[in-house]
């Protein structure tokens, strides 16, 4: 089945340190999503992209879709505590469902 | 406006068991999803509802796994003969269902099922 790779698995960063989680697919995506997890919570939406080498910015997020729609990143500029979580990305091909990534755990350290 | 809501927040049942979880999707939302969580792992999709029927049952695991929606708006995940590796946290999602899964997914807070 259809698969989405996601690196690191985990990161520790320093409070205002970036961060950055890449998400790789084998196969050319038509969308991809990103969620966010706080400890104990359910998935938050944050951002879908949908063209190639598409850029998107929510404040300090900097979501990208690679040119060939295989890759995607999300990077976090000066990380604050609350950026705590676990930060997933999901993969869409067509119209078949959704395929989650396994996950990026972001401890920040105050 | 209430959030999805799911119930109960926690089951614990034995092995051999039957139970299930409840999905109380966003009013007004047609499309609704259950997925299973397993500890360190991202959402697997179970099936996909748009209003009152299953419009995508392929991440069903095998037929112990059912769902309905008789009225298009409360879910009922049923699971038979529960096995211990059906130990993980249900969540249930919806979404206006414009899109089907392009639409942003609303996420309930997720029911824990233990199986001893």
């Known amino acids: 089945g259809q698969q989405v790779m996601q690196i690191p698995q985990y990161q520790h960063v320093q409070e205002g340190e970036d961060f950055t989680t890449y998400c790789n697919s084998s196969t050319t995506l038509s969308n991809i999503q990103w969620y966010k997890q706080r400890p104990g919570g359910h998935p938050v939406f944050l951002i879908q992209l949908v063209k190639s080498g598409e850029v998107k910015k929510q404040k300090r997020l900097t979501f990208q879709f690679g040119e060939a729609k295989k890759n995607s990143s999300l990077h976090i500029t000066a990380t604050q505590t609350t950026d705590v979580g676990t930060y997933f990305c999901?993969?869409?091909?067509?119209?078949?469902?959704?395929?989650f990534g396994t996950g990026t755990k972001l401890q920040v350290i105050p | 406006g209430a959030g999805v809501s799911q119930t109960p927040s926690n089951k614990v049942t034995e092995k051999g068991k039957y139970v299930e979880l409840r999905c109380d999707p966003i009013?007004?939302?047609?499309?609704l999803y259950w997925y299973r969580q397993s500890l360190g792992q991202g959402p697997e999709f179970l099936i996909y509802f748009q209003g009152t029927g299953a419009a995508d049952d392929s991440g069903l695991p095998n037929d112990r796994f059912f769902a309905v929606r008789p009225e298009g708006s409360v879910s009922t995940l049923k699971i038979q003969r529960t096995e211990r590796g059906d130990s993980a946290v249900y969540l249930c999602?919806?979404?206006?269902?414009?899109?089907?899964?392009?639409?942003?997914?609303?996420f309930g807070p997720g029911t824990r099922l233990t199986v001893l």
């Open positions: 009013s007004g939302h047609t499309a």
């Open positions: 999901a993969g869409l091909w067509g119209y078949q469902k959704v395929t």
């Open positions: 999602a919806s979404s206006p269902g414009l899109a089907s899964y392009t639409d942003t997914q609303y």
